[in-house]
């Protein structure tokens, strides 16, 4: 069966620390996909990256950078120098790769407070 | 903003009532999925539609039952509604490639809060 454990309920940061939030996977598939999502204050939903199981070149995308180890089962997502505007509950997600899509497995999510 | 619309936004209802959720995915995709998120089970998957046609269930009660429209809008019914089913209600919507692998990027809509009294 899929799981997805973000053992980090909460995180309190200050402004400008960097910050990294753990994901662990399980999967039986040699084919998936894993995401992080953003949910801020206001409720939605917001995709931030997809990772394929076959790529596992680190991201970066201006102050985030996502982190997948196949030989851990871990997709880390890492804030650098965090602001307030990135508080929010952040979701690792998991799906199985089909053809015409599957659901997202989704961790419990991390809280991210960052004050300044 | 996701292109996905959702409305109602808000509902507030009482117990023993159906109501129903609607959901317009992004312009071209085929897939729709209902997910609830609520504070003790977290977000769930509840139902997957492509094309008009059901594709995969997830842990949606029996009271529950969706579908998705030859416009592909869909719409999520909610029947002999108890407190416990008060949760915040997403659609998701992704473009499913013809041929090949979808990557399977699912955009939210905004949600509905639904509260049952």
């Known amino acids: 069966a899929q799981k997805v454990t973000q053992a980090q309920t909460e995180i309190s940061v200050v402004e400008k620390e960097d910050v990294t939030l753990d994901c662990v996977y399980e999967t039986r598939d040699t084919t998936y996909y894993l995401f992080w999502y953003k949910q801020p204050p206001s409720g939605e939903l917001v995709f931030l990256i997809r990772r394929n199981s076959f790529d596992e070149q680190n991201e970066i995308s201006g102050r985030y950078s996502w982190n997948f180890q196949k030989s851990t089962s871990s997709f880390n997502f890492t804030i650098t120098a965090s602001q307030v505007v990135d508080s929010a509950v952040y979701f690792c997600a998991l799906s199985e790769a089909r053809q015409a899509g599957t659901a997202l497995i989704f961790g419990k999510g991390t809280t991210l407070s960052v004050s300044s | 903003d996701s292109g996905v619309t959702q409305t109602p936004k808000h509902l507030i209802t009482a117990t023993g009532q159906r109501v129903t959720l609607r959901c317009s995915p992004r312009s071209g995709d085929l897939s729709v999925y209902w997910y609830q998120q609520s504070l003790d089970q977290g977000l769930q998957f509840l139902i997957h539609y492509y094309n008009g046609e059901e594709r995969a269930k997830g842990n949606i009660l029996e009271r529950f039952s969706a579908q998705q429209f030859p416009d592909l809008h869909s719409e999520l019914n909610l029947s002999s509604l108890e407190l416990g089913d008060s949760a915040l209600y997403f659609c998701?919507?992704?473009?499913?490639?013809?041929?090949?692998?979808?990557?399977?990027?699912?955009?939210f809509g905004p949600g509905t809060r639904l509260t049952v009294l």
């Open positions: 998701a919507s992704s473009l499913e490639g013809s041929g090949g692998i979808s990557y399977n990027e699912q955009f």
